[in-house]
């Protein structure tokens, strides 16, 4: 059979580029590509860069602060501009979005500004009615923003809200306690808006190291957030110019703005998927092997719809392997086992990779090293803010499981500790290294005693109650 395309993609984010690029330029496929909205996807444009952005530019006022304690007179951060922050702001993503683009055109990818969905196992229908046919076809079209299902939700904001605001609130409430809650909330408050985060759990990011959910949550309280765990809004009403919420415990109060982070769900309704034979998990994820292949042979899907592991990095990585291995002979899995993430609050941010330690102590036996301190410069001008380091290492083999930061620059400092970790590094050769001194990371190969040991029978008492 002769097909348009050797490939075509649905999405242009960060995983389908990163195939659609290899594909073509490395291995000379004829490739397509699809993309509804702006190319680079979640990350680029609605999500971790301009993110970052915004929370460089809300830490300007505790910059000031640490100046003034280091003796910087008359160091005041001045009033924060939004408007200007934003024209800015778009610039710079028309700038990456035009890279992308660019890198694609560099590669001779076909690129249709069109929203695309199966017609069959080889066919691709453009929003105009255009029908494409490839040999393999490529899903990644990320996910989307979670509502919770309450009345009055459409009244409310998405984090892709926030990025495109005409006036910041004067206050705000931020509903769900995840990474995108934690570091919005961050951003909020920095910038000006009085913000209350309500989440039902009893601490924030769920799924983190229990001690490091501790500290996140009250480094929030402690730049002014105002945190109420064991809450959730139950409906949304209008009332003036203001958002009056009904909260379930019977109070109500109101906002100039809510922002719901409460998750996000793949993005695969009216693609064409299940018409096509392609399978689907509760969530709506598409179901992948450990090729990325879906129920469908000449299906394969990568990135935040196939619901694994949702990091941009991740995505990249999966859909160069499938370049690799389908167009390159290349064959390659990815390892989904030990990855890094941080969550960018501040002053401090958390960084993990490994096992947490309720993890670890229902593995096993293992041992906790654990340093508390506060960094030096802040310390010097005044802060008593504290950084946490933990290792987490096998009581047997000595191999370190987990490794938990929450300090300025953490994520700096955690991709540098997931390369030997991955390559099984033992607490030993942790030790083994000398310190660069004076710095934070020098605490990761000084702690010398364990600070407690967990697991021995399974059902560690620290543990279960982190």
Known sequence: MTFDYDLFVIGGGSGGVRAARIAASEYGARVGLAEESRMGGTCVIRGCVPKKLMIFASQAEAHA????????????????????????????LTRLEGAYTGGLVAADVDVHKSRARLADAHTVELADGQR??????????????????????????ISDDLFTLDTLPGRVLVVGGGFIACEFATILQGLGSR??????????????????????????????VDVRLGTNPARLQREGEALRVDFED???ETFDAVMFATGRAPYTKGLGLEEAGVRLGGRGEI????????????????????????????????????????????????????????????PHELASVGLTEEQAAARGPALVYVASFRPMRSLFAGSDARAVMKLIVDAETDKVLGCHIFGPEAGEMIQMVAV????????????????VHPTLAEELVTMRKPTRRIGDDKTDKHAASA
């Not at 100046?67 to 501009?81: K, T």
């Not at 039902?200 to 402690?222: P, Y």
């Not at 030997?420 to 310190?435: L, Q, S, V």
Request: no cysteine; net charge neutral.
């Open 65 to 92: 602060a640490e100046a003034r304690g280091y003796g910087w007179q008359g160091a005041e951060a001045g009033r924060f501009d939004w408007q200007a922050f934003r024209h800015k702001l778009d610039a710079e």
């Open 132 to 157: 494409l046919t490839a040999k393999h076809i490529l899903i990644a079209v990320g996910g989307r923003p979670s509502l919770p299902g309450i009345p009055g939700q459409e009244l409310g904001l």
């Open 195 to 224: 913000t209350v985060l309500a989440y039902r759990g009893d601490a924030v990011l769920r799924g983190f190291d229990g001690e490091m959910r501790r500290h996140v949550t009250e480094q929030l309280r402690m730049i002014g």
């Open 250 to 252: 019977g109070g109500s």
């Open 287 to 346: 179901v992948v092997d450990a090729w990325s292949q879906s129920s469908v042979p000449s299906i394969f899907a990568v990135g935040d719809v196939t619901d694994r592991v949702n990091l941009t990095p991740v995505a990249i990585r999966e859909g160069h392997s499938f370049a690799d291995t389908v167009f390159g002979a290349r064959p390659r899995q990815v390892d989904h086992g030990l990855v890094a993430s941080a969550v960018y609050t501040r």
């Open 420 to 435: 030997p970790m991955g390559m099984g590094a033992t607490k030993a050769d942790f030790d083994a290294a000398i310190a």
